[in-house]
């Protein structure tokens, strides 16, 4: 700034004045439009003319003004400005960025790619977010994790690149955390999961539940069969075991068979899917656990091609007929729940919306069938000691029951 202030004080003091031109020192002519023509190609055409007096003034006045600016800059430089040191140290601890890993920062994406992505963290360079880290699945591409130009997230810083000094982020990390969380949860609850199994070993399954891998002995797997067929398959599992530290996560798919067919009660109406069709009936997945409708059990019309009613995929409701616990197998019927013989065919719709109401006519008639039964057995056997309620229970022999047992015609007969 002081060089600048000379150049302009040397330039206005070399500059010559009016006075000294060679216009003041050649002799006038006498004619006088000679002499207006002589001096406007002398102050056009001249050389190094001296500047006006308006214009001297105006660079003395800069140089004053910049000779000034330097003296004050050189003696008091804080002069006059609001912002001193204190606030500008107060600025960086407010505003000082924490890059330490395991620091959680909130960006904003602003660039995808194959790779990951680059994220605005407010740092003095831009942090990424590789792909393996974008989430909890194995990915191929940001995108498929949600991420996109625009997307405001909170990651975590998982380290730094060596040969540019950005930042490395993660959300792997982050969903890993509350995937346990989640296992926590549900394990307090006791409740049934669906599991993907995606591999094996000697001593049991590995299987996918919540973006973890959990392990399922063969002692905790109900089905006999081999672990090859169970892979890319899904099986109801329950929690064991839930350790985050030692990431340990052990499941067991016996206990939640066990539950679920807990639920088997005859008469039960349950939601399936059509899992596959054979010649002599369709496969129906409820809650896991597969179940066989038979053709003759699809409707009370006879049924040439089981593919004309039913497809896989298919959500249907059925009935539960049987339950052998031992054998593990199920039998269902839709026939029992049509309205009209015929239904299931013509309109599955209406089984389906009134397929708790005839699943709850066929367990009256189920109950006294068994009423019936049971007073039979009385009639030829009193000495047992026991007794018929009018809800059909067993009971203590009561002092209304003649010696000669009940008279079976006093029961009315039960519905067709």
């Known amino acids: 700034m002081a ?127 590789p792909t393996r880290e974008a989430s909890i ?39 890993y955390d509350l995937a346990w969380e989640r296992c926590r949860q549900l394990q307090a609850e006791d409740v049934v999961v669906k599991g993907k199994v995606v591999g094996a070993n000697k001593g049991g399954v590995v299987a996918l539940v919540e973006g973890l891998r959990g392990f399922v002995p063969f002692s905790q797997i109900s089905t006999k069969s081999p672990a090859e067929e169970l892979i890319e398959k899904e099986i109801p599992l329950k929690f064991v075991e839930v350790d985050e530290e030692q990431s340990r ?21 349950l939601l399936g899917t059509v899992q596959s069709l054979k010649p002599y009936g369709a496969f129906i997945d409820i809650g896991g656990i597969n179940g066989l409708l038979h053709v003759s059990q699809i409707s009370h019309d006879r049924v040439s091609d089981i593919a004309t009613v039913l497809q896989p995929g298919d959500a249907l409701k059925v009935m539960i007929l049987s339950h052998d616990r031992e054998r ?29 109401e005839m699943a709850q006519t066929f367990r009256q008639r189920i109950a006294q069938a068994e009423a019936m039964a049971r007073a039979d057995m009385l009639r030829f056997q009193p000495e047992s000691g026991l007794t018929l309620d009018s809800d059909g229970i067993l009971g203590p022999l009561s002092s209304d029951l003649p010696p000669e047992g009940l008279d079976l015609g006093e029961i009315s007969p039960a519905e067709d």
């Open 3 to 129: 060089a600048l202030a000379h150049q302009i004080s040397r330039a206005c003091l070399t500059c010559p004045s009016l006075s000294n031109t060679r216009l003041s020192k050649r002799t006038w002519t006498n004619t006088k439009h000679v002499q207006k023509t002589y001096v406007v190609k002398a102050a056009v055409t001249a050389p190094g003319v001296g500047v006006s007096t308006a214009e001297t003034r105006e660079r003395a006045r800069l140089k004053e003004m910049f000779e000034d600016a330097y003296e004050r800059c050189r003696t008091a430089p804080m002069e006059g400005v609001a912002f001193n040191v204190e606030d500008f140290h107060t600025a960086i601890q407010e505003y000082d960025f924490n890059s330490e890993i395991g620091t959680k920062v909130t960006g904003t994406v602003f660039n995808t790619d194959a790779n990951g992505a680059l994220v605005d963290i407010t740092a003095k360079s831009s942090a990424y977010l």
């Open 249 to 269: 996560l052990v499941l067991s798919n016996r206990k939640a068979m066990a539950d679920s067919q807990a639920q088997l009660g005859i008469g039960s109406v």
């Open 137 to 175: 699945y194995d990915l191929k591409h940001v995108k498929e994790a949600g991420i996109f130009s625009g997307l405001r997230e909170e990651f975590i810083i998982i380290g730094e690149n060596s040969n540019d000094d950005s930042l490395i982020l993660s959300l792997r990390s982050i969903q």
């Open 328 to 356: 593990g197998r199920v039998s269902l019927s839709t026939k029992k729940l049509e309205p009209t013989p015929g239904d299931m065919i013509r309109n599955p719709k209406l089984v389906f919306e009134k397929a708790e």
